[in-house]
């Protein structure tokens, strides 16, 4: 069993030292996007394969039996691509995807399909601070809001267009509901903007939100593929690729 798992996430992290402890020959692939990367156990490959078909000859050359796609559930492009590769290959895929976030009956969330709807929601709210934490590259959609200040949480430096009054913070997760509470007060924060990864690592603003009576906008996970079904958790895709589970 030769397994090539898409990563870039906390759960294919814990899914391939899952694997690695079962003896499998697991090899992660990150796309090379972030400077400086979580790096999981194991063999890691770093960057693009050239679309489907790039996939599709990897998976041939390197006689990978088992394709697993761990990436974000906002990283949709892959996704497709490793749906087609799938099937171009004959290597048959598994899917994790951790669930969504759920709304309770407190929560003053809107959700929206898109991140420039999210962007409109923004620059239309009451003036004040928008705490963004949608990532760098969906910065651009904010840039033409003047009306608000923005705190825009990444994980690297913004590389293109800003909003023309913001304030970098530069983090990575896991936040605590203390530090989420601490920085909206300190910043005296309007409106969180951000979208429904999910996952507990980074739930804790939501919380904050929702203690602090903020508004949230949220940006809707874009659809799995026709036909697509995925794992909730790490147990699940082990289950899928023949293995007992015993953790995740
Ligand atoms: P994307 O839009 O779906 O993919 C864009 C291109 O990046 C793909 O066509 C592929 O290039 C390459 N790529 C993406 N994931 C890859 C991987 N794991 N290994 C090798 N190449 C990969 O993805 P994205 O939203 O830019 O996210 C990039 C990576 O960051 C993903 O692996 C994801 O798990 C992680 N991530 C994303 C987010 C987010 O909010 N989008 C958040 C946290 C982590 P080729 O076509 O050349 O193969």
Not at 98 to 112: E, I, K, L, M, S
Not at 118 to 138: E, H, I, K, Q
Not at 199 to 205: F, N, V
Request: charged share 15%; hydrophobic share 40%; proline share 7%.
């Amino acid at each position: 069993m030769r397994v090539l798992l898409l990563g870039g996430t906390g759960e294919a992290r814990t899914l391939a030292a899952e694997l690695i402890g079962r003896g499998v020959e697991v090899t992660s692939s990150l796309a090379g996007q972030v400077s400086n990367p979580a790096l999981p156990v194991g063999a890691v490959r770093i960057g693009g394969f050239g679309g489907s078909e790039g996939l599709a000859s990897y998976l041939r050359e390197q006689r990978v039996t088992h394709l697993v796609d761990a990436t974000h559930p906002f990283a949709a492009t892959i996704t497709r691509n490793a749906v087609a590769a799938s099937s171009r290959s004959g290597v048959p895929l598994t899917l994790l995807r951790r669930p969504g976030w759920t709304q309770r009956p407190d929560d003053d969330w809107t959700w929206v399909p898109t991140i420039v709807d999210a962007a409109r929601l923004a620059a239309g709210s009451p003036a004040g601070t928008v705490l963004l934490t949608t990532g760098r590259r969906d910065l651009a959609a904010f840039a033409g809001d003047a009306g608000h200040h923005y705190l825009v949480r990444t994980v690297d430096p913004a590389d293109g267009p800003t909003p023309p009054r913001y304030t970098p913070i530069l983090a990575r997760g896991p936040y605590t509901l203390d530090g989420e509470l601490a920085l909206m007060r300190e910043h005296a924060v309007t409106l969180l903007t951000t979208k429904d990864s999910g996952g507990a690592l980074t739930i804790a603003k939501l919380y904050a939100a929702s203690e602090l009576g903020v508004p949230v906008v949220l940006v809707e996970r874009p659809p799995l593929p026709d036909g697509l079904t995925a794992c909730a958790s790490v147990a699940q895709a082990l289950d899928q690729l023949g293995f007992g589970a015993t953790s995740g």
